[in-house]
């Protein structure tokens, strides 16, 4: 049976090389020979000799089509080798012919399930899918590593899709089931994968309860494994229902088509064969609409063990007459999606003398104490609270929304310049924030057909920074849509040569920061007469308050942006213009205050209160180099 991860699986018994060479060499150059459209997958396995299974290990190629090799050519393929030389030993070939494809594309059947039926609570095995999907399966419930949240997994195929995208709803039961989309409606789309890490996703619950037993097995996962040749294992789906099955390819790279512009994929995955022993009724162990259901390692007693094996994708294609089917690996899946099969354990109460909130923006992070800002009690009145607080966490930033305008009203953010990163934005999507209403954010709508842009309050580069999966999270958390504002689109390049967009570059240039460590305010300001474009006011001022140590003292600058937005319709625009302010002022406008340190802090406040005149006297800052820091 399959050793849960930690402690390290074992080399499998009597094996002259270890399976870590075999992977490695499926990794490097196995995988090499997909690219020849007749191999659908390369991976470990027993050698198959007259139809019986050997205890021989063999790198196992599945191809479309089986021929003679005076007939390779003319299917457009080339001869296998018999053999590998791994570690200095030689490791015979095997071919099968196996085509592979996904299992969630289904019509409904006429008998009655209850497993097809909208359920509350939900639980595991039963169906699920992206609107836009026709049904699959809930594999588990699984909880967000660095929160705790609660999640369904399942595949990218169901809970993705080629034409989906993150943010999108999930329904259970899935529309092949049930088109009710909008009763049925469950979650939203949170993170999703589609490549050697698996066929993956997880989704938010927010409109059911839920219970974590798998239906019809009676437990739930609690230990992840590494599957090996020989385990027997078990699952419970939508369609099929509970089916037995025994692993018997590991290590392997299956590719699948997935239609439309997904195309043809490299999935990381293991094979299940039938069960001599517990054959199903109809020889099915997997059908369509069984996709995203989890397969079990089963216990000496026959039944359902706690030990998670596998997360089912595909099985053989309706011309392929071996019964069998596709799973991905459980910790590859966990680590690509970011989440745990227990939710993490709570944080220590805050300490009564230092309520700010933990995660997200860190008030320590300076070696001077810089609180997050507090709300006027209309503004407090305003602000959406999740779990008793106006203050939402994201990577390396928090912020607090205003239902009434759904933008932020203050986005507070740290940036260590000693350990930035250079991330890709690219294929990261702007997104609703999942965790809280749709009702409280404004989403693309407003941003189609004209020149808006969608604007980060909290720069992405900014957020990039400690330990590579830190900088990852950071710079997809910055795209929810709760750290988005409208901006006409050359907010940053404007006639006063993008000084907003430098700001943060410039301190980092033009002073010795204590530690490289930077604390950064920043909103919108949201005034009564702001335009109005399509149902939503657009504000046409932003504020930003840069907080910062220099040999050991506290300082910090604020700043204004006044946009011009009357002329959007027809897009004449005119010049944005910054100018250095007060944070008093900033208050004034905002309805946002600020700690008596930073107040302290400012300068510029200073020279303020003992020259009144200074307001009449402020010049736009035109350079970026003109800013006396």
């Not at 039938?274 to 079990?296: A, C, F, L, Q, T």
């Not at 779990?387 to 939402?392: A, E, R, T």
């Not at 928090?398 to 250079?422: E, H, P, Q, T, Y």
């Given at each position: 049976m399959a050793k849960p991860k930690n402690p390290p699986k074992k080399a499998v018994a009597d094996q002259p090389v270890s399976m870590e060479s075999l992977k490695n060499f499926v990794r490097s150059r196995g995988v090499d020979y997909l690219r020849d459209p007749n191999i659908s997958s390369v991976g470990i396995g027993y050698k198959v000799k007259d139809g019986k299974t050997t205890n021989e290990i063999s790198v196992q190629f599945t191809v479309h089509q089986k021929s003679q090799p005076e007939m390779l050519a003319a299917i457009e393929t080339e001869l296998i080798p018999t053999s590998f030389e791994i570690d200095g030993i030689t490791?015979?070939?095997?071919?099968?012919?196996?085509?592979?494809?996904?299992?969630?594309?289904?019509?409904?059947?006429?008998?009655?399930?209850?497993?097809?039926?909208?359920?509350?609570?939900?639980?595991?095995?039963?169906?699920?899918?992206?609107?836009?999907?026709?049904?699959?399966?809930?594999?588990?419930?699984?909880?967000?590593?660095?929160?705790?949240?609660?999640?369904?997994?399942?595949?990218?195929?169901?809970?993705?899709?080629?034409?989906?995208?993150?943010?999108?709803?999930?329904?259970?039961?899935?529309?092949?089931?049930?088109?009710?989309?909008?009763?049925?409606?469950?979650?939203?789309?949170?993170?999703?994968?589609?490549?050697?890490?698996?066929?993956?996703?997880?989704?938010?619950?927010?409109?059911?309860?839920?219970?974590?037993?798998?239906?019809?097995?009676?437990?739930?996962?609690?230990?992840?494994?590494?599957?090996?040749?020989?385990?027997?294992?078990?699952?419970?789906?939508?369609?099929?229902?509970?089916?037995?099955?025994?692993?018997?390819?590991?290590?392997?790279?299956?590719?699948?088509?997935?239609?439309?512009?997904?195309?043809?994929?490299?999935?990381?995955?293991?094979?299940?064969?039938?069960?001599?022993?517990?054959?199903?009724?109809?020889?099915?162990?997997?059908?369509?609409?069984?996709?995203?259901?989890?397969?079990?390692?089963?216990?000496?007693?026959?039944?359902?063990?706690?030990?998670?094996?596998?997360?089912?994708?595909?099985?053989?294609?309706?011309?392929?007459?071996?019964?069998?089917?596709?799973?991905?690996?459980?910790?590859?899946?966990?680590?690509?999606?970011?989440?745990?099969?227990?939710?993490?354990?709570?944080?220590?109460?805050?300490?009564p003398g230092q309520p700010d909130t933990i995660g997200g923006y860190n008030p320590n992070f300076l070696s001077?104490?810089?609180?997050?800002?507090?709300?006027?009690?209309?503004?407090?009145?305003?602000?959406?609270?999740?779990?008793?607080?106006?203050?939402?966490?994201?990577?390396?930033?928090?912020?607090?929304?205003?239902?009434?305008?759904?933008?932020?009203?203050?986005?507070?953010?740290?940036?260590?310049?000693?350990?930035?990163?250079?991330?890709?934005?690219?294929?990261?999507?702007?997104?609703?924030?999942?965790?809280?209403p749709a009702a409280v954010q404004v989403g693309d709508d407003l941003y189609r057909g004209n020149r808006l842009d969608r604007g980060h309050i909290a720069r992405r580069a900014d957020l990039l920074w400690g330990p590579l999966a830190d900088a990852k999270k950071a710079n997809v958390d910055s795209f929810f849509f709760t750290n988005i504002t409208p901006q006409m689109d050359d907010f940053n390049q404007s006639s006063q040569g993008g000084v907003w967009g430098r700001l943060e570059d410039a301190i980092f240039a033009d002073v010795d920061v204590d530690d490289l460590k930077v604390s950064v305010f920043g909103g919108p300001v949201f005034r009564g007469d702001d335009r109005v474009f399509r149902q939503i006011g657009i504000p046409r001022e932003f504020w930003k308050i840069i907080t910062y140590v220099e040999t050991g003292k506290l300082k910090c600058k604020g700043f204004l942006l006044t946009q011009n937005l009357n002329a959007l319709e027809t897009l004449d625009l005119d010049a944005f213009k910054v100018f250095e302010i007060a944070l008093g002022e900033i208050e004034q406008r905002t309805g946002v205050r600020f700690a008596s340190v930073l107040k302290t802090a400012d300068s510029f406040g200073e020279a303020l209160t003992a020259r009144p005149e200074v307001f009449d006297d402020r010049q736009p800052i035109a350079r970026i180099e003109s800013i006396v820091w």
């Open positions: 490791v015979p070939t095997d071919v099968l012919e196996r085509t592979y494809e996904t299992s969630h594309q289904l019509v409904p059947e006429a008998a009655a399930s209850s497993r097809k039926k909208r359920l509350n609570p939900i639980v595991p095995g039963v169906s699920v899918a992206n609107t836009k999907v026709s049904a699959g399966t809930i594999g588990c419930i699984v909880f967000d590593q660095h929160n705790g949240t609660p999640y369904i997994l399942s595949n990218w195929h169901v809970l993705n899709g080629p034409s989906g995208a993150l943010g999108d709803d999930i329904v259970q039961p899935g529309p092949a089931d049930d088109n009710r989309v909008q009763l049925n409606r469950m979650g939203k789309l949170v993170r999703s994968h589609l490549g050697h890490a698996g066929d993956c996703a997880v989704a938010s619950i927010e409109d059911r309860q839920s219970q974590p037993e798998i239906l019809d097995l009676g437990i739930k996962p609690e230990q992840l494994a590494e599957a090996e040749l020989g385990d027997k294992v078990i699952k419970s789906g939508r369609t099929t229902g509970v089916t037995h099955g025994i692993v018997r390819r590991v290590l392997t790279i299956a590719k699948i088509n997935y239609g439309g512009i997904t195309g043809e994929q490299e999935i990381g995955c293991f094979e299940i064969g039938v069960d001599p022993n517990h054959r199903p009724p109809d020889g099915e162990i997997s059908k369509g609409g069984d996709s995203g259901s989890v397969w079990m390692i089963k216990g000496t007693n026959g039944k359902a063990s706690k030990i998670f094996a596998g997360l089912h994708f595909a099985g053989e294609d309706t011309t392929n007459p071996d019964e069998h089917a596709l799973a991905c690996y459980p910790k590859s899946v966990f680590e690509k999606l970011e989440i745990s099969l227990s939710p993490v354990p709570a944080a220590p109460g805050p300490d001077k104490r810089v609180p997050l800002p507090d709300l006027t009690q209309e503004t407090l009145q305003d602000a959406f609270q999740k779990n008793g607080s106006p203050v939402i966490a994201y990577t390396h930033f928090s912020l607090a929304m205003s239902k009434a305008r759904r933008f932020c009203r203050w986005v507070a953010w740290n940036i260590d310049g000693a350990s930035l990163k250079s991330l890709s934005r690219r294929g990261i999507p702007f997104v609703l924030d999942p965790n809280l």
